[in-house]
């Protein structure tokens, strides 16, 4: 099935508290997962709440990382949205549930965008031209 991106929602459970509570690791988790699968990086933002939580996005040229974490619960919600065939969103997903030290963690995986016509894999980028061809 031909798509224009991949979806995962990575569900961490049993998560070292510690780590999930630091912005400076958090931020830098996102950052080094985006890194790891080959990700081009637009812009970071991240924001603590108090007195514990944070929540934080990674926009990635190929569209995007997302966290929010819940320390009181060793619980973190990732969204990792990826666009194109180069970029391994399943390699960001590893590291975090590495870098978070989940013991208990789940990915699902759904397709975004699907794209075919008459069975033939459309581009990711078009040009003005391939959209009159398309149209």
């Known amino acids: 099935m031909h798509a224009l991106g991949i979806h995962l929602l990575v569900e961490l459970r ?3 508290p510690d780590i999930l509570k630091n912005l400076g690791e958090v931020r830098d988790a996102l950052v ?3 890194k790891r699968a080959k ?3 637009i812009d970071v933002s991240f924001h603590e709440f108090n007195p514990f939580g944070i929540s934080g996005m990674v926009i990635i040229a190929e569209s995007h ?3 929010h974490t819940w ?3 060793g619980y973190a919600a990732v969204d990792i949205f990826t666009c194109g065939d180069t970029i391994k969103p399943e390699v960001a997903a590893e590291y975090l549930i590495k870098r978070f030290e ?3 963690p789940s990915i699902v995986e759904m397709k975004r965008g699907i794209l075919a016509v008459d069975g033939r894999k459309l581009p990711h ?3 003005d031209v391939q959209l009159e ?3």
């Open 65 to 67: 990382l997302s966290i």
């Open 39 to 41: 990700a081009t990086i």
């Open 102 to 104: 989940s013991k208990n």
């Open 32 to 34: 080094t997962a985006a």
């Open 71 to 73: 320390p009181e619960y």
């Open 125 to 127: 980028k078009v040009t």
């Open 14 to 16: 049993d998560c070292n």
């Open 133 to 135: 061809l398309v149209t």
